[in-house]
Nanobody, 122 residues
């Protein structure tokens, strides 16, 4: 499962760091990403990172957000700097995982974290 944390209320220009920790038995994390959804909007991809560290960002956050991961800790991060009111949304983490059953059968699945609220005041 994925557990997201680190959201909160911050003034415009401020910073927050989101974390997404994965837990379970006998699993591997592949591509991971952060998504966000504001009221009335569709969920959008904010940033993604592969298992080898290749990153992609949506244009609106380039230069302000940094996605990273610590494979040893099975944790992904999103450092958000110079936050703007339009960044206000519920942020979700997502990961493609491979886990092995008790019979050593690999199963690929996509997991979602429970989300964390980010609110930026003007």
């Amino acid at each position: 499962q994925l557990q997201a944390s680190g959201g909160g209320l911050v003034q415009a220009g401020g910073s927050l760091r989101l974390s997404c920790a994965a837990s379970g038995r006998r699993f591997r994390l592949d591509d991971m990403g952060w998504y966000r959804q504001a009221p009335g909007n569709e969920r959008e991809l904010v940033a993604s990172i592969t298992s080898t560290g290749t990153t992609i960002y949506v244009d609106s956050v380039k230069g302000r957000f940094t996605i990273s991961r610590d494979n040893a800790k099975n944790t992904m991060y999103l450092q958000m700097n110079n936050l703007k009111p339009e960044d206000t949304a519920f942020y979700y983490c997502n990961a493609v995982t491979v886990y092995w059953t008790d019979h050593d059968v690999p199963v690929t699945s996509r997991l979602w974290g429970q989300g964390t609220q980010v609110t930026v005041s003007s």
